[in-house]
T-cell receptor, first 114, second 112 residues
Framework: GAGVSQSPSNKVTEKGKDVELRCDPISGHTALYWYRQSLGQGLEFLIYFQGNSAPDKSGLPSDRFSAERTGGSVSTLTIQRTQQEDSAVYLC????????????FGPGTRLTVL | DAKTTQPNSMESNEEEPVHLPCNHSTISGTDYIHWYRQLPSQGPEYVIHGLTSNVNNRMASLAIAEDRKSSTLILHRATLRDAAVYYCILRDLRVGFQKLVFGTGTRLLVSP
């Protein structure tokens, strides 16, 4: 079946511009997570959604970062006034079962801020 | 968050077994042990998880020490495609949905 998809796969933007990253989770998956991975760094949690609500936003690095999820499905991560340190691969994952919580990851969006 | 410790890197030859260790001396009784791996230029993928008993699936086996303070991911016959970073992660089964806390993992190199 279809896995988690993310778009765009690559995004190059200029410092100060806003960007939107999209995640389409696996159909029927209740929870959706956003992570990011900077060059040579580990994976860092950003935010997660259960349905359309975000019980844990603790990983968002600043108020320039926001995310929403509509219809319990698609999610958008928005970065306003991008900075060079925002350059990273942004990964989305979804999960169906709250007990084992196996997370299925998308291929990521590589964001480059010039 | 409960901590895990893994070697930075390991090497193996193709078609040989690989044992990837993970120490988690502060594990609590309600922590599952999860393993994920990340192939080059891809998102992480789930490998296996367990609580107390050893587990087998089509990808790997997970051997859990009797005191649960360590575990070992076993790839029975490494292939070139198994070259990846392997992450050992603890997850509290009482919490339900929760973020994964990734450490630095073990980079597995597989030689032909």
């Amino acid at each position: 079946g279809a896995g988690v998809s993310q778009s765009p796969s690559n995004k190059v933007t200029e410092k100060g511009k806003d960007v939107e990253l999209r995640c389409d989770p696996i159909s029927g998956h209740t929870a959706l997570y956003w992570y990011r991975q900077s060059l040579g760094q580990g994976l860092e949690f950003l935010i997660y959604f259960q349905g359309n609500s975000a019980p844990d936003k603790s990983g968002l690095p600043s108020d320039r970062f926001s995310a929403e999820r509509t219809g319990g499905s698609v999610s958008t991560l928005t970065i306003q006034r991008t900075q060079q340190e925002d350059s990273a691969v942004y990964l989305c994952a979804s999960t169906r079962d709250r007990f084992t919580d196996t997370q299925y990851f998308g291929p990521g969006t590589r964001l480059t801020v010039l | 968050d409960a901590k895990t410790t893994q070697p930075n890197s390991m090497e193996s030859n193709e078609e040989e077994p690989v044992h990837l260790p993970c120490n988690h001396s502060t594990i609590s009784g309600t922590d599952y042990i999860h393993w994920y791996r990340q192939l080059p230029s891809q998102g992480p993928e789930y490998v296996i998880h367990g609580l107390t008993s050893n587990v087998n699936n089509r990808m790997a086996s997970l051997a859990i020490a009797e005191d649960r303070k360590s575990s070992t991911l076993i790839l029975h016959r490494a292939t070139l495609r198994d070259a990846a970073v392997y992450y050992c992660i603890l997850r509290d089964l009482r919490v339900g949905f929760q973020k994964l806390v990734f450490g630095t993992g073990t980079r597995l190199l597989v030689s032909p």
